[in-house]
């Protein structure tokens, strides 16, 4: 049973920073791509970043040149660095990880509210 734990959500003021990160147990095989996506009030979920095992990466727009998403695969975590955040940038953050033959899962979120 693979499991995910969240952890670094909170509360920050417009312009702050926060790093999430998600740690992965319970996985039989290699964890192939990782991601982050968000979920505001009404809105659908989107994707915010993704890392490949090799470490390549992929953001959307609305997060380019401000988060940073990293991995460390000895321990089966992925980090998300926020920086500059921004009010529209208040979501449930989910981390998903992809495991070949084993299939895709997420975390349970994490709140991230930026507001002053």
């Known amino acids: 049973q693979v499991r995910l734990v969240e952890s670094g959500g909170g509360l920050v003021q417009p312009g702050g920073s926060l790093r999430l990160s998600c740690a992965a147990s319970?996985?039989?095989?290699?964890?192939?791509?990782m991601a982050w996506y968000r979920q505001a009030p009404g809105k659908e979920r989107e994707l915010v970043a993704t890392?490949?095992?090799?470490?390549?990466?992929n953001y959307a727009d609305s997060v380019k040149e401000r988060f940073t998403i990293s991995r460390d695969n000895a321990k089966n975590t992925v980090y998300l660095q926020m920086n500059s955040l921004k009010p529209e940038d208040t979501a449930v953050y989910y981390c998903?990880?992809?495991?070949?033959?084993?299939?895709?899962?997420w975390g349970q979120g994490t709140q991230v509210t930026v507001s002053s």
């Open positions: 998903y990880v992809l495991i070949p033959t084993q299939g895709a899962y």
């Open positions: 319970g996985s039989r095989f290699s964890i192939t791509t």
């Open positions: 890392i490949t095992r090799g470490g390549s990466t």
